[in-house]
């Protein structure tokens, strides 16, 4: 896809050439979770960022492939780590599915940004929403449906929809991470260091895993 398709080569920057690709994309994607797609002007990204305009404009061509480059680059990130964390395809299904919940929590704790796109951009009808539902979540879904109806089928679990168990996960697990202020206005700052949020990451697969077991 065009717009996923990474650096482009026009002009010549004159400055800021040595700054990482996946650093522009992390600041880019916190500046959207900040202002919303329509409040960012990548002219004002590249002040904030300290690089040329030219540079922006050279590598990622429009505040569009910005948008689709960053959100590829985090949801991929994503991807990998769900499949380092999944077992084998002939390991215990309740156990895969709970791996899975871990790694998705661990992942909103250290990428609360893309988090707060998806709440943001779940409530509109756009190329941008549809482009992450058809190529990151339909897979997760295809994949966590096949073990759900199988647990059911064996009467380990209660029947539970994926849209149920989805957001469980992404708004529940995920929910001190991509709304830090509220969090800690309720007492309940994000948890912070690895061994809090891996045991923050536990509580609440535990939590769903026993609440959908038979």
Do not use: C
């Not at 690709?21 to 500046?31: D, H």
């Not at 780590?81 to 709970?98: C, F, M």
């Not at 995920?174 to 007492?187: K, N």
Request: proline share 3%.
């Amino acid at each position: 896809m065009s717009q996923v398709s990474g650096s482009r080569r026009r002009g010549r920057p004159s400055a800021g050439t040595e700054i990482d690709s996946a650093v522009l994309l992390r600041r880019a994607l916190a500046a959207f979770a900040e202002r919303g797609y329509e409040g960012v002007s990548v002219r004002q990204l590249a002040r904030e960022l300290g690089i040329s305009h030219a540079l922006l404009n050279a590598r990622f061509g429009s505040k569009r492939e910005l948008w689709f480059a960053g959100m590829n680059h985090a949801m991929t990130t994503l991807e990998q780590e769900l499949l380092a964390a999944a077992p084998s395809e002939n390991a215990d299904d309740l156990a895969a599915l709970r791996e899975g919940v871990v790694a998705y929590v661990t992942f909103a704790a250290a990428h609360p940004e893309v988090l707060r796109i998806m709440r943001y951009e779940g409530a509109i009808d756009s190329e941008r929403i549809r482009f992450v539902a058809g190529r990151f979540v339909a897979p997760v879904k295809a994949m966590a449906e096949y073990r759900l109806e199988r647990l059911a089928a064996a009467g380990r679990i209660r029947l539970i929809s994926y849209a149920t168990f989805h957001y469980l996960i992404t708004h529940g697990g995920g929910g001190p991470f991509a709304s830090a202020v509220e969090a800690r206005l309720i007492g309940a700052g994000p948890p912070r260091g690895a061994a809090a949020i891996r045991e923050h990451a536990e509580q609440v697969a535990d939590v769903i895993i026993r609440g959908i077991a038979a």
